[in-house]
């Protein structure tokens, strides 16, 4: 609803006239040329609380914005400001009246001086405000096309919170929609959800409470190989640990780190369940070598190559140590890779006790004395 359309309304005894004055007058435009009718000449206009110049660019007349500001934003913008109205320096530029293009011949730019309007105008820019939101109102309602505020306030509603506030508007839109839509509440939906969010590797696992160790027999339990007397552990359903990496060359500190995959743990968990710990455990980071010049897609060819053999030709077991050799070849090492005036190369192994090896004295358990210098 427009200030006119309001002043129709009042009563015919009180004065709608405005009471222009001249309040600023715009000379030439950038590059010396005077606003004409003409096609393609500079030319201003006023509406909608905003003042347009061609060439320039659109100045909105929003407080705090006064007429002296307006001013020298346009000298600022190559405009030539011949006049501003001394005892308007610090009017509103809000108090501007419409005015359509190609402008005044004069240049001049009109405000208005009348207590009524300076009241109207007030509500008229109110109104005008409430028809831009509802206008908005559609496009901002889904998560695809709104933005800013918007955004926030639907992500608050369906219990997705921007990461940080330097997360975009496209990136949040899309993890707002793929969150929502996403399976949740259990280990496996809990976990792909916090290495999206991460970017490291993580792991939900329910915990396994021991029984007690040292159970209370009684003279009730006979040595008959009736009962298991080894402890053994449950895993005990609601209760569960998230186990993610932790990036050692990020810029997070462990205890923010923790935080925020616990607050993500808790939007994200089942009713009824509950998260005892968080564990860091080894991250994914990747250090690639220089590339070679010749090629610039950022990862080195090293050209090593790896292998290892154990031979046990006894038919029964031999009481001298078993040997084990590793071979490691350095290919053709080229700027890309280590320094080529090295001749050695540090092989460091251990011994995996995985139930291959048995404990009846023919094989020693030796480590052999830390790494071992592998000439090449």
């Known amino acids: 609803m427009t200030i006119e359309t309001l002043l129709a309304r009042v009563h015919r005894a009180l004065s709608t ?21 003409l096609p393609g000449a500079p030319h201003y206009a006023v509406h909608g609380a905003t003042l347009r110049l061609s060439p320039g660019g659109d100045i909105p007349l929003d407080p705090p914005l006064t007429l002296a500001d ?33 402008g005044r011949p004069d240049g001049a ?32 309602l889904s998560a695809t096309t709104a933005e800013g505020f918007w955004l926030d306030e ?16 496209d990136t949040y839109a899309r993890r707002l929609v793929e969150e929502v839509l996403r399976p949740r509440s259990n280990n496996i939906a809990m976990a792909a959800i916090i290495t999206g969010v991460t970017g490291q590797r ?33 895993r005990v359903h609601g209760l569960f640990d998230v186990e993610v990496g932790f990036d050692l060359l990020g810029s997070d500190n462990p205890q923010r780190f923790a935080a925020r995959t616990r607050a993500q743990v808790e939007r994200l968990r089942a009713a009824g369940t509950l998260l005892r710990d968080v564990l860091a455990i080894a991250s994914g980071i990747a250090d690639p070598a220089r590339p070679s010049p010749n090629d610039p897609s950022g990862v080195a060819d090293l050209g090593l190559a790896g292998s290892a053999t ?13 040997s084990m050799d590793a071979v490691f070849d350095l290919a053709s090492p080229g ?34 004395g830390g790494p071992q210098p592998v000439a090449f």
């Open 154 to 169: 639907l992500g608050r509603q369906y219990g997705v919170p921007r990461l940080d506030a330097a997360e975009p508007d």
């Open 335 to 368: 700027p890309a890779a280590a320094d080529p005036g090295a001749t050695s190369l540090t092989a460091t192994w251990t011994h995996r006790l995985d139930g291959a090896w048995r404990l009846d004295g023919n094989k020693p358990l030796a480590g052999g």
């Open 310 to 322: 154990l031979t046990d030709a006894h038919a029964t077991p031999p009481t001298d140590p078993i």
């Open 70 to 102: 307006l001013a020298a934003a346009c000298a600022a913008r190559g405009w030539e400001v011949l006049d501003l109205a001394p005892h308007a320096r610090d009017r509103g530029a809000i108090a501007l009246l419409d005015q359509p293009a190609p």
């Open 202 to 234: 993580a792991h939900v696992r329910d915990v396994p409470l021991w029984r007690d160790p040292f159970p209370d027999h009684s003279g009730r339990a006979l040595y008959d190989g009736a009962h298991v007397h080894n402890g053994s552990a449950v």
């Open 109 to 140: 730019l009109l405000a208005h001086d009348s207590l009524l309007w300076a009241t109207f105008a007030a509500f008229a820019n109110g109104l005008a405000g409430l028809a831009a939101a509802a206008r908005a109102a559609p496009v901002q």
């Open 17 to 37: 006239d405005p009471a222009a004055f001249v309040a600023l007058r715009l000379g030439k435009a950038p590059g010396g040329v005077l606003p004409g009718a």
